[in-house]
């Protein structure tokens, strides 16, 4: 049995992945009465409240991380990013390169450039005449894209789909996004895989994301509970194991 700790915002469950946990959760016990156990809790909760420990924190990376802070010890989130199997021109499908402002050579068109050190850190376009933003870096040309997707893996299986942005009529290639799982050898048991379909109809890989605070954009299952289960321990498992030195300056 998991006990989940749904985030509340003025003693309300709004955050969506929290609202579908709930619903799988009330499914399950409906089904197996005692199959899991729910807990409601704001900010302050988090911080007063020692029998929330050992519990599945469900709602904004804030809440996940401050229940990180109050219960495992003050382990920072570390993103996944691209992971080192995908990062290859044949599943990037654009020009790419990685360090600092100071190591990356300028370029003479736009970038994407992201912060791969934080969880929902800068991530953003960049004409020619901006400089770098500092920090560590992913940096790749910026393609003409015209639909993202989310796919939800679980078991190295394909668990389901959503469009999040642009056109729902553009289906990415399902065999690039199974060679892709495939390939991702370290993949945790249960991941987002954000693909991206360009203006030349060629789907390529965004980035990755554990199974914590990830938007599900009307994503359900049966197993959900347990997906958001295994995530967290995953995520929490990776970002102890991927820990920068408190002393470290980025």
Same mark, same amino acid.
């Not at 519990?55 to 990376?61: D, K, R």
């Not at 929902?120 to 790749?140: H, M, Q, W």
């Not at 989310?150 to 690039?176: C, H, M, T, W």
């Given at each position: 049995?998991?006990?989940?700790?749904?985030?509340?915002?003025?003693?309300?469950?709004?955050?969506?992945?929290?609202?579908?946990?709930?619903?799988?959760?009330?499914?399950?016990?409906?089904?197996?009465?005692?199959?899991?156990?729910?807990?409601?809790?704001?900010?302050?909760?988090?911080?007063?409240?020692?029998?929330?420990?050992?519990?599945?924190?469900?709602?904004?990376?804030?809440?996940?991380?401050?229940?990180?802070?109050?219960?495992?010890?003050?382990?920072?989130?570390?993103?996944?990013?691209?992971?080192?199997?995908? #990062?290859?021109?044949?599943?990037?499908?654009?020009?790419?390169?990685?360090?600092?402002?100071?190591?990356?050579?300028?370029?003479?068109?736009?970038?994407?450039?992201?912060?791969?050190? @934080?969880?929902?850190?800068?991530?953003?376009?960049?004409?020619?005449? @901006?400089?770098?933003?500092?920090?560590?870096?992913?940096?790749?040309?910026?393609?003409?894209?015209?639909?993202?997707?989310?796919?939800?893996?679980?078991?190295?299986?394909?668990?389901?789909?959503?469009?999040?942005?642009?056109?729902?009529?553009?289906?990415?290639?399902?065999?690039?996004?199974?060679?892709?799982?495939?390939?991702?050898?370290?993949?945790?048991?249960?991941?987002?895989?954000?693909?991206?379909?360009?203006?030349?109809?060629?789907?390529?890989?965004?980035?990755?994301?554990?199974?914590?605070?990830?938007?599900?954009?009307?994503?359900?299952?049966?197993?959900?509970?347990?997906?958001?289960?295994?995530?967290?321990?995953?995520?929490?498992?990776?970002?102890?194991?991927?820990? #920068?030195?408190?002393?470290?300056?980025?």
């Amino acid at each position: 049995m998991a006990k989940f700790i749904l985030q509340t915002i003025k003693g309300k469950v709004l955050h969506d992945t929290s609202l579908a946990v709930f619903k799988e959760v009330e499914y399950a016990n409906w089904k197996t009465p005692g199959t899991h156990e729910i807990e409601y809790a704001g900010f302050a909760r988090l911080e007063e409240d020692d029998t929330l420990a050992g519990g599945i924190p469900v709602g904004s990376l804030s809440f996940v991380q401050k229940f990180m802070d109050r219960h495992h010890g003050g382990v920072q989130l570390v993103p996944r990013n691209i992971p080192p199997e995908l #990062k290859d021109m044949r599943y990037l499908k654009r020009m790419f390169s990685e360090g600092t402002k100071d190591t990356i050579a300028k370029q003479d068109s736009p970038v994407f450039v992201k912060d791969v050190d @934080t969880v929902k850190g800068y991530a953003g376009v960049i004409d020619v005449n @901006t400089d770098l933003p500092s920090g560590n870096l992913f940096v790749t040309e910026a393609l003409d894209v015209v639909s993202e997707w989310r796919i939800f893996v679980k078991g190295g299986q394909i668990a389901g789909a959503k469009n999040y942005a642009g056109s729902f009529f553009l289906v990415p290639d399902v065999e690039f996004i199974k060679d892709c799982i495939d390939v991702y050898t370290s993949a945790p048991s249960g991941y987002t895989l954000d693909v991206m379909i360009d203006s030349r109809g060629e789907t390529s890989v965004i980035e990755v994301h554990d199974f914590v605070s990830v938007g599900l954009y009307g994503f359900t299952h049966a197993s959900l509970p347990q997906m958001i289960v295994r995530g967290f321990r995953d995520m929490l498992a990776y970002s102890m194991s991927n820990a #920068k030195p408190q002393n470290q300056n980025s």
